[in-house]
């Protein structure tokens, strides 16, 4: 899979979208979201289940299924056990993470995004958990080995670094926090004027104890993307990889 192609997503609540939210990011759509979509996700009257439900219901699948390449970097050497995938949106790092032998954990807080999630897991013949959560409120119970949040960033106002922290709190010993974030946005994403904390600071506001966490990776890769209409261009993710001490 070329860079260009990975998925993205992640929706702060529970989700994602494209350029950031609770959800996929700059993930490769399938089709492109509808204005309609973005509306309900700028509408400040409406609550955090109703803005992503309203996003996902807004039109078909969003999001192309495959999984996110730096998760499949990250994940592939790692000994599966269980996993937590926060803000699954469609599901195609649960489903990749299912095939490769992990017991999944998927989250949203839109219920069109977990049945759009248990729908790829059955026809790629794998079996993940999907639980409703508005991240913010409550979380699933842990320990997990794997814990991944992919362009988990929202327009919604929410404490994301304290979720980030209580998440943390759920790995076992020796798992990894895989967090990966949209470093900039393509010339066409409706974010471009959006300020991207870097990778550095991104690890600092996760405040987590250096007795008990170990930064594995802290860094900013560039790939190419893909637009909705076709477009390319370059745009950088930012990368954090923590482990909880043994």
């Known amino acids: 899979m070329s860079a260009g192609e990975q998925d993205q997503h992640g929706h702060g609540h529970g989700q994602g979208q494209e350029g950031h939210g609770h959800g996929p ?35 078909g699948r969003i999001w192309s299924g495959r999984p996110n390449a730096l998760l499949v970097e990250v994940a592939e050497p790692l000994v599966p056990g269980r996993a937590l995938d926060l803000g699954c949106g469609e599901g195609g790092d649960s489903v990749w993470l299912a095939s490769r032998g992990w017991a999944v954990t998927s989250v949203d807080v839109a219920p069109t995004a977990l049945a759009r999630t248990r729908e790829a897991a059955a026809a790629a013949g794998v079996e ?62 409706w974010h471009g004027g959006h300020d991207f904390p870097t990778a550095q600071e991104l690890h600092d506001g996760l405040a987590l104890p250096p007795e008990d966490f170990e930064a594995v990776r802290v860094d900013a890769p560039v790939r190419v993307a893909t637009g909705p209409e076709g477009q390319v261009g370059e745009v950088t993710d930012t990368v954090v990889v923590v482990r909880r001490r043994g």
């Open 25 to 59: 990011g700059g993930q490769q759509r399938a089709a492109g979201t509808t204005d309609a979509g973005r509306a309900v996700l700028e509408d400040d009257a409406l609550g955090v289940e109703e803005r992503w439900e309203g996003f996902y219901v807004a039109r």
């Open 128 to 189: 993940v958990t999907t639980e409703q959560h508005d991240l913010e409120r409550s979380l699933p119970a842990g320990p997990f080995d794997l814990v991944s949040a992919f362009f988990l960033q929202s327009p919604v106002e929410w404490d994301r670094a304290a979720v980030l922290r209580r998440a943390s709190g759920l790995l076992a010993p020796e798992g990894h926090l895989v967090l990966v974030d949209h470093g900039s946005a393509p010339s066409w994403s």
